[in-house]
């Protein structure tokens, strides 16, 4: 025979038991129905307070064979004690508001930081979130990666789509690069003026780019990708490397300019000084020694000592990279700088003999100067290169100034040296051969008389601003304007007449300033009488008394840009933007022309500065990212605002 065994239920934590088969609720005081059993109070706690005690069962005895079923206990935290009101507030739903909120600061961490997938399972990752809000539940990694993840990119890609559709020109910069697990992709990034006169950088696109990087393959993917985000009639120059691939690439996608990166002309003009036989057997003395050092932690203790007793800088010897002249130059300059501690580091008895002989040997007085020759007349194109670099100010007006400062400054004189002389000859013959195709050269010279900063530059003349009013004319429509007067019908004073001109086109007229206005007509002038109601209905009516024809649109062109003209140049430290937000008003026209040339970046730096960032997402522990899980990481990361 099977004997039930006895055991009181769990539901009796919640409840008191009261007279005539009821029970009152401990945590809402309300009056259950026992008739006898537990049920409805289970239901009670199950209905209004989400508990679930239904997985509770009569335990059997073991003499049938069964295997006794135990009740399913509330989940509590570890360390917090069980009472039905802790129980009940550990299971309270979380709302959805505050759990979405949760989820996109996690989507943040993972995106800003660059961490994997496999973070949002990670125990120690979870047990975080939980020690912070009990009743949120993290997404899985499946979920992350296939719903959440591009359920944000396209979010994000929406609102920069709108904001490039509003804009008014765009230009593009692009490049390739391979990942850790040897995927070609192409980088897109776009550049524009905002509605705040702000220059915007912003990637499109990292696509997978499969097979050999023909100029044909890559003209058709960035006329794929001006034609899904719809700016394919914005786009008017494309800012790439030197390569020939990409000015075959630049015709085949329907841009009508390519414009060279300034900085990548500015690292082959440079390397050829470094091919001058003389400099290029003293930088591999000074590779050694700069590499003995990197590899010796006891003569790198050494030289921190020797600093700290000569009171020299604490800085480490740099080593270059043979493909970037920058640090060619900057392992020299960091050299002279420590010269006087690698000579004392070396002279250490500490040092081996060996090491002193192989080290020193070869560099003399003479290759120290030629260094100091080299770092001192090239020092100009490191500051042109990282003038250029830069993303929040426009630079396309910068080129052919900054062209032609170096372009004179490596013009040989009759004091300079015999290396000094051949430096420059190396470098001034390659920097004459660059930016000569005209058409690119007449975008340039615009550029730079759009550029307020450089307006007054040799290389704008006449021709340039002719240019520029043929282009200011063809954005103005030719209008009949209609002049507007208003009069005191109704009194006998003498009418007060303003002249409107009204033209077909949508930019404001040039404003007139309070300077115009002579100050003897403002004192002279009495304040008003106060007017009676009829004539308040009635004294200012506006009645058209004739017409006249508006000024033509090249008319209104001259005006524009010799007003323009005349006003003072701005310094080199003003952003141009800013400049043209506050005189937008005075230059309605030019300023339209203006942003043209401005959302123009003389670099492609900015699509380079992404290979640092893929480097970090595509890493070893995650090679096998998907390519369509890389474009929406590194779009987020780039233009989403933390």
């Not at 697990?181 to 003026?193: E, G, P």
């Not at 004392?344 to 002989?357: C, F, G, P, Q, Y």
């Not at 949508?506 to 004539?535: C, Q, W």
Request: positive net charge; charged residues 25%; glycine residues 4%.
């Amino acid at each position: 025979m099977t004997r039930m065994a006895s055991k009181k239920s769990k539901c009796w934590n919640y409840f008191c038991n009261e007279k005539n088969r009821q029970a009152k609720c401990n945590l809402c005081s309300a009056v259950v129905a026992t008739s006898g059993g537990t049920t409805n109070l289970i239901f009670h706690l199950n209905r209004h307070h989400n508990i679930s005690l239904r997985s509770e069962t009569t335990v059997t005895t073991r003499a049938s064979g069964d295997v006794a079923q135990q009740p399913t206990e509330p989940k509590c935290e570890p360390g917090v004690k069980t009472n039905p009101w802790t129980l009940s507030a550990s299971q309270r739903k979380l709302p959805l508001s505050r759990t979405n909120e949760i989820t996109t600061a996690v989507l943040q961490y993972i995106i800003h930081d660059l961490r994997p997938f496999s973070t949002i399972e990670s125990p120690v990752f979870r047990k975080m979130l939980s020690t912070l809000e009990p009743r949120y539940q993290p997404p899985n990694r499946t979920r992350l990666s296939e719903e959440l993840i591009p359920a944000l990119y396209e979010s994000i890609k929406s609102k920069l789509y709108a904001e490039l559709q509003s804009s008014e020109a765009v230009s593009l910069t692009c490049d390739g690069w391979t990942s850790r697990a040897t995927q070609s992709f192409l980088t897109v990034t776009c550049h524009f003026v905002n509605k705040n006169w702000e220059l915007s950088s912003k990637i499109l696109q990292t696509d997978h780019f499969e097979g050999s990087h023909t100029g044909q393959k890559i003209g058709f993917e960035l006329k794929s990708v001006m034609t899904d985000w719809g700016i394919s009639d914005k786009v008017g120059v494309i800012t790439v490397d030197n390569a020939s691939n990409m000015t075959v690439a630049v015709e085949v996608s329907g841009v009508d300019l390519k414009l060279g990166c300034f900085a990548h002309t500015l690292n082959l003009a440079s390397n050829k000084a470094l091919n001058i036989p003389s400099l290029d057997k003293i930088l591999g003395k000074v590779r050694s020694v700069v590499t003995y050092f990197h590899k010796s932690n006891i003569s790198t203790e050494i030289l921190k000592e020797k600093q700290v007793a000569l009171q020299m800088p604490k800085h480490k010897l740099i080593i270059d990279c043979k493909t970037r002249w920058n640090s060619t130059y900057q392992m020299l300059q960091r050299f002279l700088e420590q010269r006087p501690a690698i000579l004392a580091t070396l002279l250490d008895d500490r040092v081996k003999r060996a090491d002193k002989t192989k080290v020193v040997s070869g560099l003399s007085d003479s290759d120290i100067q030629i260094c100091e020759d080299f770092v001192s007349n090239m020092d100009v194109m490191l500051t042109a290169t990282l003038v250029l670099c830069e993303e929040k100010s426009p630079t396309a007006g910068l080129v052919l100034p900054l062209l032609y400062k170096l372009t004179e400054h490596f013009k040989p004189k009759a004091t300079d040296s015999t290396f000094v002389k051949s430096l420059k000859n190396a470098v001034g013959s390659d920097l004459i051969t660059r930016y000569t195709d005209p058409n690119l050269r007449y975008f340039l010279e615009e550029a730079s008389a759009l550029d307020p900063r450089t307006k007054n530059k040799a290389c704008v003349d006449e021709e340039t601003w002719d240019r520029i009013e043929d282009k200011m004319t063809v954005l103005d429509v030719t209008g009949v304007g209609i002049t507007v007067k208003s009069e005191k019908t109704e009194s006998g004073e003498i009418p007060h007449t303003s002249s409107a001109v009204v033209e077909s086109t949508p930019l404001p007229a040039l404003p007139v300033l309070d300077e115009d206005i002579n100050a003897d007509e403002k004192i002279s002038k009495s304040p008003p009488a106060k007017k009676t109601a009829l004539e308040t209905l009635f004294d200012e009516e506006i009645v058209i008394t004739g017409q006249e024809p508006a000024l033509s649109a090249r008319e209104n062109a001259k005006r524009e840009l010799q007003l323009y003209k005349e006003k003072k140049q701005a310094t080199m430290k003003e952003n141009p933007l800013l400049w043209w937000k506050t005189n937008y008003l005075l230059f309605p026209r030019l300023s339209k022309l203006a942003v043209r040339y401005c959302c123009v970046q003389a670099t492609s730096v900015a699509s380079e500065r992404v290979f640092s960032t893929t480097g970090d997402i595509v890493s070893a522990t995650r090679a096998c990212l998907k390519t369509e899980n890389v474009n929406a990481l590194v779009f987020l990361k780039k233009n989403m605002q933390f």
